[in-house]
């Protein structure tokens, strides 16, 4: 036998063997077919009784023997529904009496959320933010109640145990709890094992205790083994929580779009995809995940951390459900005391992503809100300087549009020095553009450029001019603006804020919706993009004529900065209508600076004191005009000869 056949006959012993334990049933599932199997022979006995009563009615003749007949069909029914029980047993174990019963749902509520608890499973089914809207000014509620499904599953007797499919023992009948202020509830489900038929265990059950305050987001949530352990066979069990997530928003925005968030114990913060399906699974401790849209979370807190967690993210084709976003899945791993009572703390956060709220739990829960964590420049502007300004002005009560017109003046008020040193810097080379058009003419070759850029830096270090002054200012001002664009997509301050036209500075501001849609803009106008992206071009028109000789020398470049505001139309067109106006106001701010500036500096003083910097003793060369000779010289050209 050669190599080939050895290598087929184990391929093929392995898919047998696969194949095998695939199409092994599960202990769940033979379960179910022993039910249905049950079911049948109950039916087919009724079947027996009918007959019987037939025979009875068409044949009196053998009227005892029919009778007998009867009796005897009816005692095996009799004796099959008293075996109900037992047939739960066989699926249930210890848990057979609550797996039958009928919902109901009870409410906890405070001033800010309305939580629904229901019997079947003894958890929450649907939150509604009672100080929020959705986009249409509906109830916000955060997930969809007939797809939530929250539990424990683990293994009782070789039997699979999902705690979602029994009905809890409320610890009340009021169907409806309300705390106020600084007032708190408390209220509890109660799972119970069996000390027979009809019969609970009262002192052996699995509880939730849910304890809400006045005036929080945050929900206490204890679970409480009581006694359990000898019920469940290992000495961890799985929490999972299902929720299809309701979209709450009139855009989706991808830049921040709906995903998981989870952080490790005591340790980083990571997320998942925000665009596609996803899938981790985690084999260290977790102290929290959380279930994270644009401006809101659903977030579970585990104080002494979960073992593991598998999280994953799907997008169902027909969900058939109504503002259906995306679906999230967790299993999360519990560890409990096989001996007494284990008590395991958790709490929910159901609430806005408001950065000053989050922060203030001190779990770095505020890391779900995407103000450029990811370079730390960015992230540090956003959190010690635009959040703090933002909420202090936000706080007198003014509309968000002068708030955002407030923050653009003094943010430009900082950065006036550099916009200063960058207009000086421009001014000088306009002062000096008749003197290198004179070198230009003095080597025309293309042979000549290394010299004809060596007689330039001279020219500007004589001068006391250096191109890269302009430069340096301006990407010195490129983190705030990048940290703008963070910033107020992700601020939910903004939402729901109107201001002139716009009806939500949160999302797009439409003057008008087109019949169709044109690719990489959209079906509708937005007027704030437009302005913005008029004022862009027009701030690189006037910034080109300040520059001169710098954008000839690059006319990719110049070119280049007049597409990209058109680049940007499309994008800003479905953003945030907040972020536009802020880019907007930059421009026109910036505008009466250059206006300023041009009246506050006097060109002929300034080609004066240039002329004054030439007499003057050369300086040492700078760090930049060294790089260019020492580029020069690998090329084999020397500046002395």
């Keep these: 036998m050669n190599k080939n056949s050895i290598i087929g006959f184990v391929l093929i012993a392995a898919i047998m063997i696969g194949y095998t334990v695939f199409m092994t049933p599960s202990a769940e599932e033979l379960a179910q077919k022993q039910h249905i199997a049950d079911s049948i022979q109950q039916v087919k006995e009724q079947q027996q009784i009918e007959f019987a009563k037939a025979q009875a009615q068409n044949a009196k003749a053998d009227e005892n023997k029919t009778e007998q007949l009867i009796e005897s069909s009816e005692n095996k029914l009799n004796t099959s529904v008293s075996d109900d029980y037992s047939s739960k047993v066989q699926k249930y174990d210890v848990f057979a009496n609550s797996a039958k019963g009928e919902d109901e749902s009870f409410f906890i509520e405070n001033d800010l959320i309305k939580a629904e608890v ?10 509604e933010l009672k100080t929020f809207k959705t986009y249409d000014s509906l109830p916000l509620m955060l997930f969809n109640p007939n797809t939530s499904r929250f539990g424990f599953s683990f293994f009782s007797n070789n039997r699979i145990i999902n705690t979602n499919d029994f009905y809890f023992q409320p610890s009340t009948t009021e169907t409806k709890l309300i705390s106020s202020g600084n007032d708190s509830i408390t209220f509890s489900m109660r799972l119970y094992t069996d000390m027979g038929e009809g019969q609970f265990n009262e002192n052996q059950y699995i509880e939730y205790v849910y304890t809400l305050k006045g005036d929080e987001y945050m929900l206490d949530f204890d679970v409480n083994l009581v006694n359990i352990g000898s019920v469940i066979n290992a000495n961890s069990i799985g929490l999972n929580w299902h929720a299809d997530l309701r979209q709450q928003e009139i855009n989706i925005d991808q830049f921040n779009g709906s995903t998981i968030y989870y952080r490790f114990l005591n340790d980083d913060v990571d997320y998942m995809s925000e665009t596609d399906e996803d899938e981790e699974d985690i084999r260290t401790k977790l102290q929290w995940v959380s279930f994270k849209q644009r401006f809101f979370s659903s977030s579970i807190i585990a104080k002494q951390g979960f073992d593991n967690g598998k999280l994953n993210i799907s997008i169902q084709e027909n969900p058939g459900a109504d503002r259906y976003l995306k679906t999230m899945d967790v299993e999360l791993g519990i560890p409990i005391n096989i001996m007494g009572t284990t008590n395991f703390p958790m709490q929910f956060y159901f609430g806005p992503n408001d950065f000053k709220r989050l922060s203030s739990y001190d779990m770095e829960l505020e890391r779900q809100i995407p103000i450029g964590w990811s370079f ?21 009560g003014w509309n968000y549009g002068i708030v955002i017109l407030l923050l653009t003046i003094m943010l430009k008020t900082i950065l006036f020095p550099i916009a200063y040193k960058t207009y000086m810097s421009s001014a000088k080379m306009r002062v000096l553009k008749p003197e290198v058009d004179e070198l230009s003419k003095k080597f025309p070759k293309k042979e000549d450029a290394m010299k004809k850029q060596q007689a330039v830096m001279s020219l500007y270090r004589s001068a006391g001019a250096n191109p890269a002054s302009g430069c340096v200012p301006m990407l010195l001002q490129m983190p705030i603006l990048i ?32 019949p169709f849609e044109i690719p990489f803009y959209g079906d509708h106008v937005s007027l704030f993009t437009l302005l913005m992206t008029v004022s862009t071009l027009m701030y690189t028109y006037l910034n080109n004529q300040m520059m001169g000789q710098q954008t000839q020398a690059m006319p990719g470049m110049k070119t280049m900065m007049y597409i990209m505001p058109l680049m940007f139309l499309g994008l800003f067109n479905n953003y945030a209508s907040g972020l536009s106006y802020y880019y907007f106001l930059a421009n026109i701010i910036t505008f009466g600076q250059m206006f300023a500036f041009r009246y506050l500096i006097n060109e002929d003083k300034l080609r004066a004191q240039i002329e004054l910097n030439k007499k003057k003793p050369k300086k040492k060369k700078s760090g930049f005009q060294k790089l260019l000779e020492e580029a020069a010289k690998q090329k084999g050209y020397n500046a002395k000869k």
Aim: charged share 10%.
């Design 376 to 396: 730390f420049i960015l992230g540090w502007i956003n959190q010690y300087l635009v959040i703090p300004v933002f909420n202090w002005l936000g706080g007198y």
């Design 483 to 514: 940290a703008m664009f963070r910033f107020f997509p992700a601020s939910i301050e903004l939402r729901q804020q109107s201001f002139l036209w716009a009806t939500d500075l949160s999302s797009y501001d439409s003057i008008a919706s087109l």
């Design 118 to 127: 229901t019997k079947k499973g003894g958890h929450i089914i649907n939150v």
